[in-house]
């Protein structure tokens, strides 16, 4: 059989060449041992033991961070290239048992060229990365602070940038007055501004960090308000009055943060003082012996160590000897003492208004009753009982309107509801917006069962 031995010669040369490339790779391979899963890895966040890839942390201070895999023994240089600026930049690095630190001098994306050798001269593929570094810490934390109004107060939080302390001054001025904080970047990093009482003043805050290590210097300005006091928002929702003997000043808390009410009041001739503190009661309250009568009352709040100014109140039921009323209708067959207005205010709970019933044209729903004060008070809480002697015929939808005039008229309460049928009867509170009024208007919407008319025992309001 013949041989053709130009196609042997070929085959063997192409073999010899392929054994040879194999040989060269398993060489490589030796020499620079492929790292995990062969990828660089990039990040913003330092590894915490000896990475198994490649990584490169941009850092802070327009510095990019290399950190080594385990390598070869036979590898014992690195060498990095990369363009800052004009220049060419070459640098060799040989300790692997650290990170290698290039600071550069843009805020920009760089481009890196890494090529592991060995001690004849033997390189690596060389391995290309594009990154960016982070700005310098005392810029970022200015063009990263974070300010934020409290109660009372104006809180700055700075982002956490390294472990070194980096002193800085926080100033502003009240009231004609300077004030001046120190700042401790990363060893604290919220700094609050508190005893700022007026929400509507913004104040001009300066803030200033140094760095002396990279002899870089930030600034910024802040112009903000602080936040309204947790007691400005409680204050409108108080309401003094009485039950039995008893004063009672209430508030509503709708943040539920502590507060500290105090009420000072004079009874027998005796000056008393009542507290509750640190209450975060939705429905606050704070009850004291008056021995039912009217009494003037003064009362603060406290909340985030600032107290409201003195205000003053009354406790007790508004004297009705001057008051009027006006009804939409009046039923002349309930009795003497019964079935016109005058019986919804004159102080008995066995007399009651009935709106008219017995006509050949009664009227229906809704029905009302206008009570004039006399003069202006500050309405905040009344309350209703129904005809002590019927269950069957009252109302239960009611809307409330006051007026100082009797001819503009604000809407306070709208389908209230009133148990014209409890058993035994007794007062029905309600508690609305205070608000200047000298003239109240119920309106009466909805029977509580099937009747056309309604009737009602008394009407009272308390003193604020």
């Known amino acids: 059989m013949k041989r053709n031995f130009k196609m042997s010669w070929a085959f063997n040369v192409i073999l010899g060449a392929f054994l040879l490339s194999m040989g060269s790779c398993k060489e490589e391979e030796l020499v620079f041992p492929q790292q995990g899963d062969q990828e660089t890895i990039v990040t913003e966040t330092r590894p ?3 990475p198994t890839n490649l990584t490169y942390v941009s850092a802070f201070n327009q510095n990019i961070e290399i950190h080594w895999p385990a390598l070869s023994d036979r590898v014992v240089k690195a060498q990095i290239k990369y363009k800052d600026g004009a220049a060419d930049k070459l640098l060799d690095v040989t300790k692997f048992n650290e990170p290698t630190i290039i600071h550069l001098s843009e805020l920009k ?4 060229a890494l090529q592991y050798f060995t001690s004849d001269g033997t390189g690596s593929k060389v391995t290309k990365t594009i990154l960016r570094p982070r700005a310098y810490e005392v810029d970022y934390k200015m063009e990263n602070v974070s300010v934020q109004a409290i109660p009372g107060g104006v809180t700055f939080i700075f982002p956490n940038t390294s472990q070194r302390e980096l002193p800085g001054k926080l100033s502003y001025a009240v009231a004609g007055k300077s004030f001046e904080v120190d700042l401790k970047g990363n060893k604290q990093d919220t700094v609050t501004v508190l005893n700022l009482t007026d929400e ?3 104040i001009d805050f300066s803030l200033k960090f140094q760095d002396d290590q990279w002899k ?3 600034t910024a300005q802040s112009q903000t308000a602080p936040g309204l006091l947790t007691y400005k928002l409680i204050l409108p929702t108080v309401i003094p009055y009485t039950e039995g003997n008893k004063g009672i000043l209430s508030w509503t808390n709708a943040t539920k943060d502590p507060v500290t009410v105090k009420v000072q009041y004079e009874l027998n001739g005796v000056n008393k003082n009542v507290i509750v503190e640190g209450s975060t009661d939705l429905k606050g309250k704070l009850v004291f012996d008056v021995q039912g009568a009217m009494t003037p009352i003064t009362y603060t709040m406290e909340t985030e160590g600032q107290t409201s100014p003195a205000l003053n109140g009354r406790v007790g039921l508004l004297e009705k000897t001057s008051w009027t009323a006006e009804v939409s209708s009046t039923e002349s067959k309930e009795g003497a003492a019964n079935g016109i207005g005058k019986s919804l205010i004159d102080g008995d709970i066995t007399t009651y208004w009935h709106s008219t019933w017995s006509s050949s044209n009664n009227p229906v729903y809704p029905h009302w009753f206008i009570v004039d004060m006399s003069k202006v008070e500050v309405f905040a809480r009344f309350g209703m009982i129904r005809r002590h002697n019927n269950t069957t015929g009252g109302f239960k939808l009611f809307n409330v309107e006051v007026s100082l005039d009797k001819t ?10 009133f148990n014209s049928a409890d058993n035994p009867a007794a007062w029905q509170e309600y508690e609305v917006a205070p608000t200047k009024a ?7 919407t909805a029977p509580m069962n099937s009747a056309t008319s309604t009737h009602l025992g008394e009407f009272r309001a308390y003193a604020y």
Request: glycine share 4%.
């Open 48 to 50: 915490t033991a000896k």
């Open 109 to 112: 994306s760089y481009d890196f």
């Open 200 to 202: 509507t003043k913004k």
């Open 216 to 218: 870089r210097t930030a």
């Open 408 to 417: 503009n008229w604000t809407l306070l309460g709208k389908d209230l509801t």
């Open 438 to 444: 000298r003239y109240v208007r119920i309106t009466m």
